[in-house]
C-alpha cells in the first residue's frame, strides 16, 4: 500500500506540474516577466522531483534478500535528498537570473491572462499541499512531508508574484527582478529543509520521543517488567524499523517464565509498532535490603547534577573488606559536564553518604534517545 500511494502521490505531482510549467512559462513569455518565468521553471525542477521520488519509492519496495537482508527502504531518503539537490539547484540558478534582472530592469506586460494562471496555479499548489501533507501522515513519510511543505512554498511564491505584477501594472513600479529573488530563497530554503527531512535518518537520528514512548508503555504494561533501558532503534526506511532493548525483570522469578513472557512483549512490539524487537532480560535483586537507600541517594545525587541523569542496572557485591556498588550512568547528550567528571562527582558524593567501605564502580554511557 505504501509503495501505490508513494507512485500516485508521484505521478500526480509529475503531471500537474508540467501543466502548471506551460502554463507560467507561457504567461512569463507573452509578459516579459522574470519572476514569472522563474516560477515556471520552479514547477518543472517540482516536475523532476516528482520523479525521482517515484522512483526512490518503486527502488524502496524490493524485497529484502541475501545481499540486502533489511530491504531497500533507504532508497526512500536517499531519493529525497537527491529532490532536495535538485530543488537548491534551481533555486540558484533562478537567483543568479534575478539579480541580473535586477541590475538590467526591462519593461514587463501583466494581463489578465498572466493573474488568471497565476491565481490557478496557487489553487492547484494549494490542493496539491493538502493531498501531500494527508499522504505524508498517513505513511509517515518524510518525503511526502517534504513534498508538501515545498507546495506550500510554492504557493507563496507564485503569491509574491502576482502581487508584483499587480503592483508593476498599477503603479509602474518594476519589482520584477526582486520579487525572482524571493521566488528563489523559497525555493532554496525549501530544498535545504527537505535536505535536512531526508540526512536525518540517513545519518540516524534519535526516535521521536512519541515511539520511546510507545515502546515504553507496551513492554512496561507486563507486571514482571520492572523498567527498561538501553533502547536502541536502528531506522532501514519508513515502516524498516528495528529495536533492542534491556528488559529489568526480578532476579527470583523462573527464568522460563520470564523468557516466554519477553517472547510475548517482542511480537506485541512488532503488531502494534511494525518493527522487529531484540531484549535483552537484566535481572534484579529485588530482595537485596540494601539498594532501596543507595536508589534513594543516588537519585537526589544526580538530580543535583542534571535533572537528566538516570542510573541502572544496580547491585553490590559484598567482600571482606569493602562493598561494591556497581550500576551504569546514563547520560543524555545535553549534558555538558564531562562523564569522567561526573562519574567522580557521584563516587565522592556516595562515598561521603554511605562512608568508607563503599566504592562506586560506575560506567558512563550516552543515551540513544531524547
Given at each position: 500500500?505504501?509503495?501505490?500511494?508513494?507512485?500516485?502521490?508521484?505521478?500526480?505531482?509529475?503531471v500537474?506540474?508540467?501543466i502548471l510549467?506551460?502554463?507560467?512559462?507561457?504567461?512569463?513569455?507573452l509578459?516579459g516577466?522574470?519572476s514569472?518565468?522563474?516560477?515556471?521553471?520552479?514547477?518543472?525542477?517540482?516536475?523532476?522531483?516528482?520523479?525521482?521520488?517515484?522512483?526512490?519509492?518503486?527502488?524502496?519496495?524490493?524485497?529484502?534478500?541475501?545481499?540486502?537482508?533489511f530491504?531497500?527502504?533507504?532508497?526512500?531518503?536517499?531519493?529525497?535528498?537527491?529532490?532536495?539537490?535538485?530543488?537548491?539547484?534551481?533555486?540558484?540558478?533562478?537567483?543568479?537570473?534575478?539579480?541580473?534582472?535586477?541590475?538590467n530592469p526591462?519593461?514587463?506586460?501583466?494581463?489578465?491572462?498572466?493573474?488568471?494562471i497565476?491565481?490557478?496555479?496557487?489553487?492547484?499548489?494549494?490542493?496539491?499541499?493538502?493531498?501531500?501533507?494527508?499522504?505524508?501522515?498517513?505513511?509517515?513519510?518524510?518525503?511526502?512531508?517534504a513534498?508538501?511543505?515545498?507546495c506550500?512554498?510554492d504557493?507563496?511564491?507564485t503569491?509574491?508574484?502576482?502581487?508584483?505584477?499587480?503592483?508593476?501594472?498599477?503603479?509602474?513600479?518594476?519589482?520584477?527582478g526582486?520579487?525572482?529573488a524571493?521566488?528563489?530563497l523559497?525555493?532554496?530554503?525549501?530544498?535545504?529543509?527537505?535536505?535536512?527531512?531526508?540526512?536525518n535518518?540517513?545519518?540516524?537520528?534519535?526516535?521521536?520521543?512519541e515511539?520511546?514512548?510507545?515502546?515504553?508503555?507496551?513492554?512496561?504494561?507486563?507486571?514482571?517488567?520492572?523498567?527498561?533501558?538501553?533502547?536502541?532503534?536502528h531506522?532501514?526506511?519508513?515502516?524498516r524499523?528495528?529495536?533492542?532493548?534491556?528488559?529489568e525483570?526480578?532476579?527470583?522469578?523462573?527464568?522460563?517464565?520470564?523468557?516466554?513472557?519477553?517472547?510475548?512483549?517482542?511480537?506485541?512490539l512488532?503488531?502494534?509498532?511494525?518493527?522487529?524487537?531484540?531484549?535483552?532480560?537484566?535481572?534484579?535483586?529485588?530482595?537485596?535490603?540494601?539498594?532501596?537507600?543507595?536508589?534513594?541517594?543516588?537519585?537526589?545525587?544526580?538530580?543535583?547534577?542534571?535533572?537528566?541523569?538516570?542510573?541502572?542496572?544496580?547491585?553490590?557485591?559484598?567482600?571482606?573488606?569493602?562493598?561494591?556498588i556497581?550500576?551504569?550512568?546514563?547520560v543524555?547528550?545535553?549534558?555538558?559536564?564531562?562523564?569522567?567528571?561526573?562519574?567522580?562527582?557521584?563516587?565522592?558524593?556516595?562515598?561521603?553518604?554511605m562512608?568508607?567501605?563503599?566504592?562506586?564502580?560506575?560506567?558512563?554511557?550516552r543515551?540513544?534517545?531524547?
Amino acid at each position: 500500500m505504501r509503495s501505490a500511494y508513494g507512485l500516485l502521490c508521484s505521478i500526480v505531482g509529475i503531471v500537474l506540474n508540467i501543466i502548471l510549467f506551460g502554463a507560467k512559462y507561457f504567461a512569463g513569455v507573452l509578459s516579459g516577466s522574470v519572476s514569472i518565468t522563474a516560477d515556471s521553471f520552479n514547477n518543472l525542477s517540482d516536475a523532476a522531483s516528482s520523479f525521482v521520488t517515484l522512483l526512490g519509492f518503486k527502488l524502496a519496495s524490493q524485497k529484502p534478500h541475501s545481499d540486502h537482508p533489511f530491504g531497500h527502504g533507504r532508497f526512500e531518503y536517499i531519493s529525497g535528498l537527491a529532490v532536495s539537490f535538485l530543488i537548491i539547484l534551481m533555486g540558484i540558478e533562478v537567483l543568479k537570473t534575478s539579480i541580473s534582472k535586477i541590475a538590467n530592469p526591462s519593461d514587463t506586460e501583466f494581463s489578465v491572462v498572466s493573474a488568471v494562471i497565476l491565481l490557478l496555479s496557487v489553487g492547484v499548489k494549494l490542493y496539491m499541499y493538502i493531498y501531500n501533507r494527508n499522504i505524508g501522515k498517513k505513511l509517515d513519510s518524510a518525503a511526502m512531508r517534504a513534498t508538501a511543505f515545498d507546495c506550500f512554498g510554492d504557493m507563496a511564491a507564485t503569491g509574491a508574484v502576482l502581487v508584483s505584477g499587480i503592483i508593476g501594472h498599477f503603479t509602474n513600479v518594476n519589482i520584477d527582478g526582486w520579487c525572482g529573488a524571493a521566488v528563489s530563497l523559497f525555493i532554496l530554503w525549501s530544498g535545504i529543509r527537505a535536505a535536512g527531512e531526508t540526512i536525518n535518518p540517513l545519518l540516524g537520528q534519535a526516535p521521536s520521543e512519541e515511539f520511546v514512548s510507545q515502546v515504553q508503555e507496551i513492554v512496561c504494561s507486563h507486571e514482571q517488567i520492572i523498567g527498561i533501558h538501553d533502547l536502541v532503534v536502528h531506522d532501514y526506511g519508513p515502516g524498516r524499523r528495528m529495536i533492542s532493548l534491556h528488559g529489568e525483570v526480578p532476579g527470583n522469578m523462573n527464568v522460563f517464565e520470564l523468557h516466554d513472557v519477553i517472547d510475548h512483549i517482542e511480537v506485541e512490539l512488532y503488531e502494534a509498532l511494525g518493527c522487529e524487537a531484540v531484549i535483552h532480560m537484566d535481572p534484579i535483586d529485588t530482595e537485596n535490603p540494601l539498594l532501596p537507600e543507595i536508589s534513594s541517594k543516588l537519585k537526589t545525587i544526580l538530580r543535583d547534577i542534571h535533572p537528566g541523569l538516570s542510573f541502572h542496572d544496580l547491585r553490590t557485591v559484598t567482600g571482606p573488606s569493602h562493598t561494591n556498588i556497581i550500576f551504569d550512568l546514563a547520560v543524555p547528550y545535553d549534558v555538558k559536564m564531562s562523564d569522567e567528571k561526573i562519574v567522580s562527582t557521584v563516587k565522592e558524593q556516595m562515598r561521603d553518604q554511605m562512608g568508607d567501605r563503599y566504592f562506586c564502580v560506575i560506567k558512563a554511557e550516552r543515551l540513544y534517545t531524547k
